[in-house]
């Protein structure tokens, strides 16, 4: 039993034996519990000053709209430029936005236009980011039969990060307030900048090609959109991205008005979602081949969308709890099988393009979905809001259901 036990921690965390993969995967636990700190205390922070749905949906609007704007020319940055170097730069930046934050929350001058100025500030600086992220987990491994466990560990530290931060952040904001949270975030940067110069990348050939931005990311976009699969997954999530992801824009709301709590109640909400994606990470990353994954990703966007129905429904925080579990669990299948599915399809020259594209359905269309439901809850109310938000989500997983199976015949 206790061979059986070891011997599958050890398929589990494959992925780590490659060097390089190993130091980013340590970092990166370090530095995303600071900025899941950051992102509560900010939604926190938000709320208290102006107790306003609509101003948290605009927030949310400025930190994912660059995004939307920016993601499918930072694609082509991706694909012709040195990723290494891009991360170390988005993550030099990310922690002096940090900085000024927490400099102006812990001397009192904040105000709510600083903080959709700094959201904006770090979408820019996420859109070059994440791309530039995702398609360079294939160089930090040697195998590529190791994919798909490195991109479930790279969730799965996220949504350990996305349990953790939140719950720390409430604890540290009744007892000191919430620039302490984007102070430590600012810090936590540090482990990640350090991983990346320590590793060992060779300067890809592509670095000297001239850049056609224009005519490059028109080719990433012919080359995406002419798979029907890829096309499928893409506009999947994008439905999903709209509707469903903004649900944490009204978390707030939810821990307070709806359930009678604080901020340590927010706390624990999107601790339970993280919880759900943390198994939903693990469920994946134990998955020792990539063929058949494609099969889980329309079940996982009915989870995610019932559990949002009927998380708006409950008005007991035990089964609140019970229920961002299942929110969780499903996003993150969804969100991971897709991103698995595309890095194990596409060609290696458009990875950056076709990854951007995801980032940009994945997360550049939730500013639109945040304004929107910000807007809806301002008028109807967060419980309705968030009811029809998780039926166009199951509602998109019943229409696009066959197109999206299409992978599984693609993939061996």
Known sequence: MKDRVLEGLGSLFRALRHRNYRLFFAGQSVSLIGTWMQQMAASWLVYRLTNSAFVLGVVGFASQLPTFLLSPFAGVVADRLHRHRILVITQVLSMAQACVLAALVMTGAVQVWHIIAASLLLGVIFAFDNPARHSFVVEMISSREDLGNAIALNSLVFNFARLIGPSLAG?????????????????????????????????????????????DLQEGVRYAFGVRSIRAILMLVAVVSFAGMPYLVLMPVFARDVLGGGSGTLGFLVGSSGVGALAGAVTLASRQRVSGVGRMIVPATYAFGAGLILFSFSRVLWASLLLMGCVGFGMIVLMVASN???????????????????????????????????????????????????????????????????????VH
Request: hydrophobic share 55%; glycine share 10%; aromatic share 6%.
């Open 340 to 410: 698995t599915l595309l890095q194990a399809m596409v060609d290696d020259e458009k990875r950056g393009r076709v990854m951007s594209l995801f980032t940009m359905s994945f997360l550049g269309v939730v500013p639109f979905g945040s304004l929107w439901i910000g807007s809806a809850a301002s008028v109807v109310g967060s419980p309705l809001a968030l009811a029809v938000s998780g039926f166009v989500c199951v509602l998109g997983g019943i229409l696009l259901r066959n197109e999206v199976m299409r992978p599984d015949t693609l």
């Open 171 to 215: 604890i540290l904001i009744a007892l000191t307030g919430e620039g302490v949270c984007f102070l430590l975030n600012a810090v936590s940067f540090l482990p990640v900048i350090v991983a990346l110069s320590l590793m060992d990348i060779p300067r890809p050939d592509r670095a000297s090609g001239a850049v056609r931005i224009l005519r």
